[in-house]
């Protein structure tokens, strides 16, 4: 079985400062790693995935993230955080090669304050 | 914002009815996947169609059913309705194991 733990339920940042999401992972074999965001009311929308190759993966608004296998992360980064970022923030990772089912973490709330 | 569409926006039901909820997927895409997210919690998978055919599903009850379409948008269907399937359900297309992209889900209550 697959499993996501994102071990902080909110993350607290100043604009202007870097943020750290962090993403701990469980699956049997090769990982396929995501990120998603989700503002209020809305659905899911992709920000970036790791699947093989550079362990730091670029993606969408500037954010970055970068796999360890030895310490089975998948954290969520970026260098200067803006207001508009405060958003609810999901890990998921599937198998390479299975299903393309996605198991997600419990999100966790950012919230950058001005 | 993706190319998923999802209907209705938000429902109400009572416990014990039945519900319809729709879903068409972004061009191109052949692949629909179905997410339950409760208040508070991740998405949790329900179900995922390829091709018309059921792909793969979660740890969710036969009341739980689907039906992918020829042109990929797809449907879930929840009979007697339960309280605790109060959720907001997720709908995301993919090209079959490529990324998936959500719709802006439905928000069901059942009362």
């Known amino acids: 079985a697959q499993s996501v733990a994102q071990p902080e339920d909110q993350v607290n940042v100043a604009e202007g400062n870097p943020l750290t999401v962090k993403c701990t992972y469980s699956?049997?074999?090769?990982?396929?790693l995501f990120w998603y965001v989700q503002y209020p009311n809305r659905g899911l929308q992709f920000l970036l995935k790791?699947?093989?190759?550079?362990?730091l993966v670029k993606g969408s608004y500037g954010f970055e993230a970068e796999f360890n296998k030895s310490q089975t992360s998948f954290h969520l980064k970026k260098p200067s955080a803006l207001v508009s970022d405060s958003a609810l923030y999901f890990c998921?990772?599937?198998?390479?090669?299975?299903?393309?089912?996605?198991?997600f973490g419990k999100g966790t709330m950012l919230l950058v304050s001005p | 914002e993706t190319g998923v569409t999802q209907s209705p926006t938000h429902l109400i039901k009572t416990r014990g009815q039945q519900v319809t909820l729709r879903c068409s997927s972004q061009?191109?895409?052949?692949?629909v996947s179905w997410y339950q997210q409760a208040l508070g919690q991740g998405p949790q998978f329900i179900f995922q169609?390829?091709?018309?055919?059921?792909?793969g599903r979660g740890n969710f009850p036969p009341r739980f059913s689907g039906l992918q379409f020829p042109n990929y948008s797809s449907e879930l269907n929840v009979n007697a309705l339960e309280l605790d399937d109060s959720a907001l359900y997720l709908c995301?297309?993919?090209?079959?194991?490529?990324?998936?992209?959500f719709g802006p889900g439905t928000r069901l209550t059942v009362l």
């Open positions: 699956v049997s074999g090769n990982p396929y």
């Open positions: 998921a990772v599937r198998a390479l090669g299975g299903y393309s089912t996605l198991t």
């Open positions: 790791y699947i093989t190759g550079d362990n």
């Open positions: 995301a297309s993919s090209i079959s194991t490529d990324t998936q992209y």
């Open positions: 061009s191109g895409h052949n692949t």
């Open positions: 169609y390829y091709r018309e055919e059921e792909n």
